[in-house]
Every structure is written in C-alpha cells, then in structure tokens.
C-alpha cells in the first residue's frame, strides 16, 4: 500500500537531529513533504531541497510561538505535527534530584504541549491537520530507574489523549506511537558494555523487565514508518490512537 497525504505538505517536526527524528525526516521528504526539521540546535542538514533547519528549544514556549508564526507567514500553513524531541532519565527514585525531574517533564512533557498548542491554534481555523507525538511503551509499563522518565511519558500521553478528544470534531487526528527500545542513541548510552542489545532483548528478571518476543531491536525506520501511518490519508479514521511499536515487549501491559 503507498501512502498518500504528504505532497507538498508542511510538516513540523521537534527532535530531528539524530534517530527516530532523522529517519522520520528523510520519510517525509521522501513522500513530496516540505519539512521543517527542529532540535534544540539546528539540524545538521546539508541544503537539501525542501527541507528547512531550525534551531528550537520546547521547553519555551515563546521560542516555539514565534517558530510556528514563521512558519505559517514564510513556508505557509503546517499541515502535519510530528512530537519527537524527548530527554532520558536513569536515576532510581531515591537518587532523582527536583532538577532532574523538572528537566524530564519540562522537554517530554511541557515541550508537547507548547508545541501542540501552538499548532492547534493554527491548525482550528483551517479544520484540518494530523499530529502525531512519539511517547514510550514506558508510560504503560513500570520500569527501575526510570520513574521521571516513564511518569513523563504517561502525562504526555494522556496529555494528547485528551487533546486529541477536544480537535476531533475540527477535522484534526491527534495519535501517539510508543516505541520500545530502539536503536537511537538515547537506548545505546544506557548499556555498559558490549552485552547491552543481547540483555535488552532478553529481558532482566532481577530488574523485572521483560525481554522483545519478536527477538531484536527496533531501527528508527520502524518507529518512522509507524508514524508515517499514522499522518497518513490511509490512517483518515484514526485518532486518539496509541500505538505501540515494541515488538511486542510490554505484553501490551
């Protein structure tokens, strides 16, 4: 099936620096989108046609206002919305400063909502548009060591659940993907040694984490493709969705 929707597009995506951001990047361009690709630093993109870096910090919500303005007044008006700039935490709860847990919701939580705002707000006039926001299988799914992390991701994805409701009826798809552990940096700095992917996917008893049944990593072109669905006119009937992209890890707890 070819999916259709994107040509001549203006889609905006947060986290495309590197991983899942980047894959989806070089999708979108792929399928006939204009892309306006944002990171906290601008993405390293050598002039390559339709496609427009910028620097851009979430967590500020007069920073993503003006971006959206320029957008809409210079490229013109954002059809699509992708949600994929996100920070990691490790600290096991009793060792989580308030600054750590502030930093965790202020990019995966509060960067969501400034951004998704600022292009519902746009987007409510036309009666038209899809977003889609990259959470975790985590915000279903206790794990150690990742309490700011996963409680991040669950407001987020509630967060959009419930925007999602309220966008509906203006012809506007709200859906989530949740990946599991996929080969992006953020996953790769977490193991120590060269055993990492082996353990991760098969799962740690004395850590409570179940190993992948389908017996390998995600690539960030997995996860990409996931939310190309999902933006897609193929995915027209879908909304408030959450879908998980794990290869089955969670048990879909």
Not at 66 to 74: C, H, K, M, T, Y
Not at 123 to 129: D, E, F, L
Not at 196 to 206: H, Q, S, Y
Request: proline share 4%.
């Amino acid at each position: 099936m070819q999916l259709t929707g994107f040509d001549g597009k203006i889609a905006l995506v947060t986290g495309a620096a590197g991983g899942i951001g980047a894959a989806l990047v070089r999708l979108l361009r792929q399928s006939g989108a204009i892309v306006v690709a944002t990171d906290r630093d601008a993405p390293a993109i050598d002039d390559v046609e339709g496609i427009r870096a910028h620097a851009l910090d979430v967590t500020d919500a007069n920073a993503v206002d003006a971006l959206v303005a320029r957008i809409e007044s210079g490229v013109g008006p954002i059809d699509l919305l992708v949600n994929v700039a996100g920070v990691l935490s490790t600290s096991a709860v009793l060792d989580l400063s308030a600054d750590e847990w502030r930093r965790t919701f202020a990019v995966n939580t509060d960067g969501v909502f400034h951004v998704s705002q600022a292009v519902a707000r746009v987007m409510t006039p036309r009666r038209r548009g899809a977003m889609v926001t990259v959470s975790s299988n985590a915000a279903g799914i206790p794990r150690q060591n990742m309490a700011a992390y996963a409680a991040s991701k669950a407001a987020t994805t509630m967060f959009v659940r419930c925007l999602g409701l309220e966008l509906a009826p203006l012809g506007i798809r709200c859906n989530i993907v949740a990946p599991g552990s996929t080969r992006t940096p953020m996953q790769t700095g977490m193991w120590t040694d060269a055993g990492g992917e082996a353990r991760t996917i098969a799962g740690t008893l004395e850590t409570f984490k179940s190993g992948i049944p389908l017996g390998k990593l995600a690539e960030p072109e997995d996860i990409a493709s996931a939310v190309m669905f999902l933006l897609s006119d193929q995915a027209g009937h879908i909304a408030m969705s959450d879908l998980y992209v794990d290869g089955g890890a969670t048990l879909r707890a």
